[in-house]
């Protein structure tokens, strides 16, 4: 293991805390942290359910509060870390922030738009290109949300999807 891959276990491990914590709430668990090299910037869970806002992504929330950590909305030479491949809006969002690297944990094959759907950020049709790294923590990010979906289907969970 080189000293990336290492750091990007680390800020994955802290995504998939967060992923924890958007669980207890009833949100769908996926968990964000975003850095500039070995330092974080922001953390974020999903909250859409609570803020009562579609756009509440636990990417959206992590990139909200790094620009405003940096006072800058371009997000340059930074990694986001995600326990789940992102959606599209997301997508939009990391790249007009020029967010440098996505590492994630899990697929999405209904709605993952970086490899799983939709390949944005990589195809070449926009300005920025992204480095992408999937499967990352891939067994733990896609546990959580399996176990968090069990329990809703077994009338024990709240909340009303992503």
Excluded: W
């Excluded at 491990?13 to 967060?18: N, S």
């Excluded at 697929?107 to 990352?136: F, W």
Aim: glycine share 10%.
């Amino acid at each position: 293991m080189n000293d990336q891959q290492a750091v990007d276990l680390v800020f994955m491990q802290i995504a998939l805390e967060q992923a924890r914590q958007a669980a207890l709430r009833g949100e769908v668990p996926v968990g964000a942290a975003l850095a500039h090299g070995e330092t974080l910037l922001a953390v974020a869970a999903n909250r859409p359910i609570g803020a009562n806002d579609p756009t509440a992504h636990a990417e959206i929330l992590a990139i909200r509060e790094a620009a405003e950590k940096i006072d800058n909305y371009r997000l340059v030479g930074t990694t986001l870390y995600v326990t789940l491949e992102p959606c599209i809006m997301c997508m939009g969002a990391i790249l007009h922030a020029r967010i440098q690297r996505l590492v994630f944990g899990a697929l999405d094959p209904k709605t993952g738009a970086a490899q799983s759907r939709y390949t944005i950020g990589v195809d070449g049709l926009l300005n920025h290109r992204l480095e992408i790294i999937g499967g990352i923590l891939e067994a733990e990010c896609s546990q959580i949300l399996k176990d968090f979906f069990k329990e809703r289907r077994a009338g024990k969970g709240a909340g009303n999807g992503r």
